[in-house]
């Protein structure tokens, strides 16, 4: 972590208090604070990148801060001005500019986070909150180069359901996600692609959202990610690739349903291009086996010349870092 944080308080009977930029240190919670019993939490990840002219910029921060409303609606904690908030994030990493890394393909991650602090046992809106940020440096996500994941596909396990809260960046969310992570691992699997339903859509890989790119029946070549249905977070780097693509205009670019069955279909007719899962931590990270239901699924995704996911890798952080190449 850097030298300083971002914290303001809320009561529910003076609002908002007076925002702080300090020095980091520990936070003081009385042991009854609802976060600590009740899960009542939501955070938030995003980037600052130096570039080539040594400006640091953030990226689409808006985006991050609408998600972060929208979690705060959704578990009863307190909405606020997100204009005003983006004024203080910006703040404070100017503040910590010397911790955001010079060389390349790194970056100073930004952890916004909002807990409900009130110290009353019983499961009720917190009359009490803190939303505090805190920043730090972090090197590549493929520090030798990028390299392709394997994933465990277990249709016993999921992620969310309608009506759930899959689509909002909370903590609870995540919890339940670690025991299958392990599972996965001791496969020696390096994550996990969550399915949904009796016809097992793919929804996403580990924290990331999916894209699957694939000769439709057809004929046409087509990149396909899974709707926004309440059941996937609606990312910063999947609105990305999506408004990336259409740009582009070179082939289909859709938000549907795609099962299971759809992806071994199209790879036992050669139809099956890439797969790969886009997010803050990595931006993309390419897919290169899949098991499910206890076979090994080869995915050609690194066999393709030209491949889509290092265009689109290379032109997202290019605009990460101002260049305007790609």
Known sequence: MSDHMFTVKWTADQGWHKPKISPLRNLELHPAAKVLHYAQE??????????????????????????LLNSAQRIELPK???????????????????????????SLYIRPTLIGTEPSLGVAKSNEALLFVLVGPVGPYFATGIKPVSLLADPKYVRAWP??????????????????????????????????????????????NVMVFLKNKDGETELVTPPLSGII????????????TREWNEFKVSERKITMAEVREA???????????????????PIERLVHRGESLHIPTMEQSNSLHTRILKAITDIQVGCSCS
């Open 233 to 244: 977070l609606p990312g910063v780097t999947r609105q990305s690739v999506l408004d990336l």
């Open 267 to 285: 790879l036992k007719e050669n139809r099956l291009l890439e797969m790969f899962g886009c997010g803050t931590a990595c931006v993309i990270c």
């Open 163 to 208: 009506g759930g809260t899959g689509d909002k960046k909370l903590g609870c969310n995540y919890a339940p996600t670690l025991m299958v992570q392990h599972e996965a691992e001791d496969q020696k699997l390096q994550q996990v692609l969550w399915l949904f339903g009796e016809d097992e859509q793919v929804t996403e890989v580990g924290a990331m």
């Open 42 to 67: 939501l955070f938030e990840g995003l980037k600052a990148y130096r570039g080539h002219d040594d400006k640091v910029r953030l990226f689409r921060p808006d985006m991050n801060v609408r998600r």
């Open 80 to 106: 606020f001005d997100g204009h005003e908030f983006l004024q203080c994030l910006t703040k404070l990493v100017s503040i910590e500019r010397d911790w955001v890394p010079q060389y390349p393909n790194s």
